[in-house]
Nanobody
Framework: QVQLVESGGGLVQTGGSLRLSCADSGRTFSNYAMGWFRQAPGKEREFVATISWSGGNTYYADSVKGRFTISRVNNKNTVFLQMNNLNAEDTAVYFC????????????????WGQGTPVTVSS
């Protein structure tokens, strides 16, 4: 069973940084590709970043490429999203998700989801 809990969200000024964490209380974390998605008010959930089970492959949405970094520590059952140079368009609730398949940018490919952590970027 996979149970995901995000943390690290909050209020930050434009240009600032935050690091989100997503911890899995289960025992099979290393079997899953992990993804980060976000949903802004009134908008659909969108892909942010994904990482393979080994951490060897990562992919990013164009809107965050060069600013965000996804990483994982399997022996800690945790995936991270380091977010730098934040701007108002990054304001959203951020969700982590787990997929038993390969890395994917499609929300439908992820079976397990956390409850989300809000990020607000003020100008």
């Amino acid at each position: 069973q996979v149970q995901l809990v995000e943390s690290g969200g909050g209020l930050v000024q434009t240009g600032g940084s935050l690091r989100l964490s997503c911890a899995d209380s289960g025992r099979t974390f290393s079997n899953y590709a992990m993804g980060w998605f976000r949903q802004a008010p009134g908008k659909e959930r969108e892909f942010v970043a994904t990482i393979s089970w080994s951490g060897g492959n990562t992919y990013y949405a164009d809107s965050v490429k060069g600013r965000f970094t996804i990483s994982r520590v399997n022996n800690k059952n945790t995936v991270f999203l380091q977010m730098n140079n934040l701007n108002a368009e990054d304001t959203a609730v951020y969700f982590c998700a787990a997929s038993s398949g390969p890395t994917s940018s499609r929300p439908g490919d992820y079976k397990y989801w956390g409850q989300g952590t809000p990020v607000t970027v003020s100008s």
